[in-house]
């Protein structure tokens, strides 16, 4: 298992920027897919971005899609979310999630196929 730290959420006006980091510790970093994950009120916890072991494959909900952009540095053990063009619908609490399995082609891939979280952080876009 690792564990995951994620950091970065906050509030910010519509059209604003956040950056979310997770850093992971125990177990090394690079033999994990990252995925972030998000749980708005009342809503289903849903994928945002999927990144490979490498970085070199990623997947985006499509509602993110041309203003997220997920990345890695597994020299540092962390895992970025840059969030830029923020609506009031991407508020919700943000996960970083990391599974043990998968290839080196990132896709939709849902919340039970990784096996170690964080303890989220909450970003808040007001319009």
């Known amino acids: 298992q690792v564990q995951l730290v994620e950091s970065g959420g906050g509030l910010v006006q519509a059209g604003g920027s956040l950056r979310l980091s997770c850093a992971g510790s125990?177990?090394?970093?690079?033999?994990?897919?990252m995925g972030w994950f998000r749980r708005a009120p009342g809503k289903e916890r849903e994928s945002v971005a999927i990144?490979?072991?490498?970085?070199?494959?990623?997947y985006y909900a499509d509602s993110v899609k041309g203003r997220f952009t997920i990345s890695r540095d597994n020299a540092k053990n962390t895992v970025y979310l840059q969030m830029n063009s923020l609506r009031p619908e991407d508020t919700a609490v943000y996960y970083c999630?990391?599974?043990?399995?998968?290839?080196?082609?990132?896709?939709?891939?849902?919340?039970?196929?990784?096996?170690?979280w964080g303890q989220g952080t909450q970003v808040t876009v007001s319009s």
């Open positions: 125990g177990r090394t970093f690079s033999i994990y897919v």
């Open positions: 999630a990391a599974s043990s399995w998968g290839g080196s082609y990132a896709y939709a891939r849902p919340p039970s196929d990784f096996g170690s």
């Open positions: 990144i490979t072991r490498s970085g070199g494959s990623t």
